[in-house]
């Protein structure tokens, strides 16, 4: 059983053993509250839940990550105690949004691998359920 987490983000309603866990937004998210009503940036909270569906350590942005954004990321990182993140966009504009992150005090620390939270189909094929693995960048932020 699934419950619908603003559009297209599902996460299943059974307990699981995530490590990573902003109670603030699953409790928004149990009663259907807006991202903007508990002033989260959208694209902070989509890679939540992203993270959380894929069973991830670190806050992951799988999708585009707008200039207007990053301030907002930043902030609410900071605000939860977020100093590791990752990246597994592939979006063209990477390069200068990560180079927007250095300048307000992020660094690229290296390439790690992530679970998707797409399953592995090859896996399944053989009766196994589990994420895909894929490449990411895993970004630290400094201090203020």
């Not at 508990?38 to 990550?65: C, D, H, K, M, Q």
């Not at 592995?120 to 895909?132: F, P, Q, S, T, V």
Request: proline residues 2%; negative net charge.
């Amino acid at each position: 059983m699934y419950m619908c987490i603003r559009g297209n983000m599902y996460l299943p309603k059974q307990k699981e053993d995530i490590n990573m866990r902003i109670e603030e937004l699953d409790k928004a998210a149990e009663i259907g509250a807006k991202y903007q009503d508990v002033g989260i940036n959208p694209t902070f909270g989509a890679a939540y839940f992203y993270s959380r569906t894929a069973g991830n350590r670190l806050i992951n942005f799988a999708e585009v990550i707008w200039d207007r954004d990053i301030d907002e990321i930043i902030e609410n990182c900071r605000r939860y105690g977020i100093k590791d993140f990752t990246i597994s966009s592939t979006f063209s504009g990477l390069l200068e949004t990560i180079a927007e992150f250095e300048k307000r005090g992020c660094r690229m620390v290296r390439l790690i691998e992530i679970n998707s939270n797409i399953e592995d189909w090859k896996a399944a094929l053989e009766g196994e359920h589990k994420k895909e693995i894929i490449p990411a960048l895993l970004m630290r932020l400094d201090k203020e």
